[in-house]
Antibody, heavy 121, light 110 residues
Framework: EVQLLESGGGLVQRGGSLRLSCAAS????????MTWVRQAPGKGLEWVSS????????YYADSLKGRFIISRDNSKNMLSLEMNNLRAEDTAVYYC??????????????WGQGILVTVSS | QSALTQPASVSGSPGQSITIPCTGT?????????VSWYQQHPGKAPKLIIY???KWPSGVSTRFSGSKSGNTASLTISGLQAEDEADYYC??????????FGGGTKLTVL
């Protein structure tokens, strides 16, 4: 059974940094791309970033403008998201998600429970 | 890039069928057969119910079906059940490397 467990969320001041982690189990982690999706309170889903299985290729939402960095440690089955220069609009529940197949990064068939990041002004 | 367009809400009675449209552009929905649909119950993580426009992940009810015409993809739920009441989101690959989501549609089962 695929399990994804996010950690590292919490309250941070505007302009600060935070690092989210996602511990994965139940599948061959290095074979699949992984993704972060966020959801602001009462709002819809927003794709944040994806990273290929090998970790060398990553994709980001244009709106992030280089503030976020996605990475992975395949030896530890761990996905991370480093978030810098945080803004009030980054306040959201952040979901870690597994990409459905080994070839792309377009659909997500397993999700973590989500973790809340709150940016205070 | 702009989010895909979905109606804010739809409703239907048990046993009926409903359709949720998802409108994009020729840069996303119109070009790529990479439209997915997600169901999200309150306080829960999203669940993939349709991928690549028409395909079902393992274990998903075939009461959910997807289609596409031009720049608009659609999710149809047949034989509505109370447990179908949830938020539904479409997504699509976009030219370049972006993934777009729709704004979400709240389904109410009357």
């Amino acid at each position: 059974e695929v399990q994804l467990l996010e950690s590292g969320g919490g309250l941070v001041q505007r302009g600060g940094s935070l690092r989210l982690s996602c511990a994965a189990s139940g599948f061959t982690f290095s074979t699949y791309a992984m993704t972060w999706v966020r959801q602001a309170p009462g709002k819809g889903l927003e794709w944040v970033s994806s990273i290929r299985g090998g970790g060398a290729i990553a994709y980001y939402a244009d709106s992030l403008k280089g503030r976020f960095i996605i990475s992975r440690d395949n030896s530890k089955n761990m996905l991370s998201l480093e978030m810098n220069n945080l803004r009030a609009e980054d306040t959201a529940v952040y979901y870690c998600a597994k990409v459905r197949d080994t070839g792309g990064y377009y659909e997500y068939d397993s999700w973590g429970q989500g973790i809340l990041v709150t940016v205070s002004s | 890039q702009s989010a895909l367009t979905q109606p804010a809400s739809v409703s239907g009675s048990p046993g009926q069928s409903i359709t949720i449209p998802c409108t994009g552009t020729s840069n996303d929905v119109g070009t790529y057969n990479l439209v997915s649909w997600y169901q999200q119950h309150p306080g829960k993580a999203p669940k993939l119910i349709i991928y690549q426009v028409t395909k079902w992940p393992s274990g998903v009810s075939t009461r959910f079906s997807g289609s596409k015409s031009g720049n608009t993809a659609s999710l149809t739920i047949s034989g509505l059940q109370a447990e179908d009441e949830a938020d539904y989101y479409c997504s699509s690959a976009e030219s370049g490397t972006q993934i777009l989501f729709g704004g979400g549609t709240k389904l109410t089962v009357l």
